[in-house]
């Protein structure tokens, strides 16, 4: 894949210091990639961030969306960074494949609700996965909201984790969310997400485990029957750049980045809180059966999956959790 030539001049001429306030028209078109589909919170988060780019750099500054993974998946993602092929992308799941300790923030029942989420990754804790990403050669533009995560499936209403017992659950790539889903009881196995709409379709799949958003963007609830509203997993997502690639930006475009990361924050936290309100009649219009399920009984079957997904962590990381547990 080749990068746009004008970039790649432009680039070499500024390494080392930034250009005057004004650029000049169209200098610069940067790449950004997500799995994720039209519709969803990771390009709605990702149109944020372009928006607030364009208008700080009056213009001169594109951000060119690839969406529903046509770029590949976020671990190829990921590596498109890594050989600049690509310059930004939203990340998920994926994240733990360069730093393992942040598998905490996928800890079932770690976040409590939207402000706790708020009081962690705007504080300190922020700040230090922030800089943990940095020190592997990672900028963190901002963080985004993937949204909490339920259990969409085709044979029976989840009401405590025995009722989980033998559906073929979908998880992402994650070794963590798949011991999950089993230690409840599911036959859970990892599948590439454009794919999963096909095999919930056909019955490879009994269900899968996602954000409304997700229900919503790629139409789960035409191929489901039950939507079981557990929320056991917030899914953080990450505004990535190559640290170098960053770097040898012009420091107005740079803040701009950094600004319209917060923007795409704020943007997917109130896209999640109004489709979190809005998807349940969605999909009970549609005719799938909504329930609540026992939280407690979720969390308490969780509570030892915390020791066993930690015990390969850092000390560091094993803290973290402490810390974001006590956020009141």
Same mark, same amino acid.
């Given at each position: 894949?080749?990068?746009?030539?004008?970039?790649?001049?432009?680039?070499?001429?500024?390494?080392?210091?930034?250009?005057?306030?004004?650029?000049?028209?169209?200098?610069?078109?940067?790449?950004?990639?997500?799995?994720?589909?039209?519709?969803?919170?990771? %390009?709605?988060? =990702? /149109? $944020?961030?372009? #928006?607030?780019?364009?208008?700080?750099?009056?213009?001169?500054?594109?951000?060119? @969306?690839?969406?529903?993974?046509?770029?590949?998946?976020?671990?190829?993602?990921?590596?498109?960074?890594?050989?600049?092929?690509?310059?930004?992308?939203?990340?998920?799941?994926?994240?733990?494949?360069?730093?393992?300790?942040?598998?905490?923030?996928?800890?079932?029942?770690?976040?409590?609700?939207?402000?706790?989420?708020?009081?962690?990754?705007?504080?300190?804790?922020?700040?230090?996965?922030?800089?943990?990403?940095?020190?592997?050669?990672?900028?963190?533009?901002?963080?985004?909201?993937?949204?909490?995560?339920?259990?969409?499936?085709?044979?029976?209403?989840?009401?405590?984790?025995?009722?989980?017992?033998?559906?073929?659950?979908?998880?992402?790539?994650?070794?963590?969310? %798949?011991?999950? =889903? /089993? $230690?409840?009881? #599911?036959?859970?196995?990892?599948?590439?997400?454009?794919?999963?709409?096909?095999? @919930?379709?056909?019955?490879?799949?009994?269900?899968?485990?996602?954000?409304?958003?997700?229900?919503?963007?790629?139409?789960?609830?035409?191929?489901?029957?039950?939507?079981?509203?557990?929320?056991?997993?917030?899914?953080?997502?990450?505004?990535?750049?190559?640290?170098?690639?960053?770097?040898?930006?012009?420091?107005?475009?740079?803040?701009?980045?950094?600004?319209?990361?917060?923007?795409?924050?704020?943007?997917?936290?109130?896209?999640?809180?109004?489709?979190?309100?809005?998807?349940?009649?969605?999909?009970?219009?549609?005719?799938?059966?909504?329930?609540?399920?026992?939280?407690?009984?979720?969390?308490?079957?969780?509570?030892?999956?915390?020791?066993?997904?930690?015990?390969?962590?850092?000390?560091?990381?094993?803290?973290?959790?402490?810390?974001?547990?006590?956020?009141?």
């Amino acid at each position: 894949m080749k990068r746009h030539t004008s970039l790649k001049v432009l680039v070499t001429a500024i390494i080392g210091f930034s250009l005057p306030v004004a650029l000049s028209a169209a200098d610069i078109e940067l790449r950004a990639a997500t799995v994720g589909t039209p519709g969803g919170i990771q %390009v709605a988060g =990702l /149109n $944020a961030l372009s #928006a607030h780019v364009t208008e700080a750099t009056d213009g001169s500054v594109n951000i060119k @969306l690839f969406s529903s993974g046509a770029m590949g998946g976020q671990v190829a993602n990921i590596e498109s960074l890594d050989s600049h092929t690509l310059d930004i992308v939203a990340i998920e799941t994926a994240i733990t494949t360069i730093n393992s300790d942040l598998g905490i923030l996928s800890l079932p029942y770690l976040f409590r609700d939207r402000n706790h989420v708020n009081g962690a990754l705007k504080g300190k804790v922020g700040e230090e996965i922030r800089q943990l990403l940095l020190d592997d050669g990672y900028r963190v533009l901002g963080f985004y909201e993937g949204g909490f995560r339920h259990i969409t499936n085709n044979r029976k209403p989840i009401v405590v984790p025995n009722d989980l017992a033998g559906l073929r659950i979908r998880t992402p790539a994650s070794r963590q969310r %798949v011991k999950m =889903l /089993n $230690a409840w009881g #599911a036959n859970a196995s990892p599948l590439p997400y454009p794919e999963l709409y096909s095999a @919930l379709q056909t019955g490879v799949f009994d269900g899968q485990e996602n954000p409304l958003v997700e229900v919503r963007a790629s139409r789960f609830y035409e191929v489901q029957e039950y939507l079981s509203l557990t929320g056991h997993v917030y899914t953080t997502g990450f505004l990535l750049m190559n640290e170098t690639r960053f770097q040898a930006l012009p420091e107005q475009l740079k803040q701009a980045l950094l600004e319209g990361g917060n923007k795409a924050f704020e943007s997917t936290v109130a896209f999640g809180t109004e489709a979190d309100e809005q998807i349940v009649s969605l999909v009970e219009e549609s005719g799938v059966k909504v329930n609540q399920v026992d939280t407690d009984a979720f969390v308490e079957a969780s509570q030892p999956l915390w020791s066993v997904f930690t015990e390969k962590m850092s000390s560091k990381a094993r803290d973290l959790v402490k810390r974001i547990a006590e956020i009141p």
